[in-house]
């Protein structure tokens, strides 16, 4: 179990009881929206949002992958760690964070509540977040927390973290 929040998160015992319940879900009925503007938020929120003032969602899930790809995080006792290589691009990329060395490098891992995979939290996390705002790469949504990629934003996220938009 992995406590998250108010959530807590369970891990299970094999891939057997995972088919199990992948074919026991496959005979319900998703709860449909009921408007297309409950649609639309949700989308929204699924796509890209802040969480604890750092990205979530879709777009936070796919740069915590690409700065794993890329070495400059790693996965380590449950946490994610920046590595020497992601602690000189975050400083050429103009990340700017207080006390980067008294961080010890530990980045806290968020289970996605949308994406159900995991996206780094904390202060390397957040400092990210603000510099692609700084950039003019993303934007606040009309929706509450919601997160907008803005055009230059989508070439520029493109090419630095290697992902499709």
């Known amino acids: 179990m992995e406590p998250q929040g108010r959530h807590r998160y369970y891990r299970l015992a094999s891939s057997k009881v995972a088919e199990v ?8 009925t998703p709860v449909p929206a009921r408007s297309l503007r409950e649609s639309d938020q949700a989308k929204a929120l699924r796509y890209a949002r802040t969480c604890y003032e750092h990205l979530a ?6 740069i915590t992958n690409a700065l794993l790809r890329k070495e400059y995080i790693k996965e380590s006792d449950g946490k994610y760690q920046l590595t020497v ?35 780094m939290g904390g202060p390397i996390a957040v400092g990210i977040t603000r510099r692609l ?31 499709e938009l």
Not at 94 to 103: A, E, Q
């Open 21 to 28: 319940m992948e074919e026991m879900a496959s005979l319900t």
């Open 57 to 62: 969602g879709e777009l936070g899930v796919s």
């Open 85 to 119: 290589l992601g602690e000189k691009w975050l400083i050429e990329f103009g990340v700017k964070i207080d006390g980067l060395n008294r961080l010890a490098r530990s980045i806290p891992r968020h289970i996605d509540w949308t994406e159900r995979h995991h996206h």
């Open 133 to 163: 705002f700084e950039l003019g790469w993303i934007a606040r949504g009309a929706v509450k927390r919601s997160i907008i990629i803005t055009d230059t934003g989508r070439i520029q996220i493109q090419r630095e973290f290697n992902l």
